[in-house]
């Protein structure tokens, strides 16, 4: 442990841990959001619906299988999902 960690309480520790984990989860929106707008795209040159239900619940499935939390798992991608969805549907 350095010096400065040595001066922090174990609350101010885990909440700078939980920032740096914050900043790598809006790295990865960000990169979600850039590949669910070019899937966008492609939808929309194809003519094919933004909304494909068989591959939400495929996507649901694999978050509740993987998450040690697998409701809270569902529930974000959830969100993720619709988000997509809405940028796909600017597109």
Do not use: C, W
């Amino acid at each position: 442990m350095t010096q400065m960690n040595q001066n922090k309480n174990p609350l101010e520790l885990l909440r700078g841990e939980i920032t740096r984990t914050d900043a790598e989860l809006l790295r990865l929106f960000d990169q979600r959001m850039e590949l669910a707008g070019q899937i966008g795209k492609i939808k929309a040159e194809a003519g094919i619906p933004v909304l494909d239900p068989a591959r939400e619940e495929a996507v649901l499935a694999n978050a509740r299988s993987v998450s040690r939390h697998p409701e809270a798992a569902a529930e974000m991608m959830k969100t993720l999902m619709r988000v997509s969805r809405e940028l796909q549907n600017l597109k």
